[in-house]
């Protein structure tokens, strides 16, 4: 039986040094660890912050194996398959993506986050394509 986890575990961290990547000469070997990063050396990683970022995949994890444990295995897999045959629905090529359908079937419809009021590019009305027409004739080959 899974273990059904509310919030991500803490991990250690899992970072690689400069022992760990040294040639037989002692110094960094680029062509298989790629190119040394003072950035990733220095700066580190608040615990909470590993933590936060698998939060929403631990949420969606605890849900399916509660719908597993109640419904059976045909929902989640059924959910699944949702969420997979709405992601790959095209929209308009002249509008500005915004996919309701994955909204409604992750349970995120009625909550309210910074990324829905912020000034994001796609949401300035200026740089629309306003010959929607001719979008969509250039999408279909129609159009020169």
């Known amino acids: 039986m899974t273990k059904l986890l ?16 040294s040639s037989a000469l002692g110094t960094h070997d680029t062509m298989r660890y790629g190119v040394r990063s003072v950035a990733f050396d220095a700066v ?40 997979d045959i709405v992601s790959k629905l095209p929209g308009h090529p002249a509008l500005p993506s915004n996919n ?5 079937l992750n349970g995120t419809d009625e909550t309210f986050d910074f990324s829905d009021f912020l000034n994001q590019p796609q949401d300035n009305i200026t740089d629309m394509v306003t010959d929607l027409p001719r979008a969509m004739e250039c999408k279909m080959g129609l159009g020169q």
């Open 6 to 21: 509310v919030a991500p575990i803490a991990q250690a961290d899992t970072k690689i040094g400069l022992a760990d990547t």
């Open 100 to 104: 309701l359908a994955t909204d409604i």
């Open 44 to 83: 580190q990683k608040h615990p909470l912050e590993r933590r936060l970022a698998k939060w929403e995949e631990t949420q969606a994890n605890l849900r399916a194996g509660l719908h597993r444990r109640v419904y059976g295995l045909h929902v989640p897999l059924r959910q699944t398959m949702e969420r």
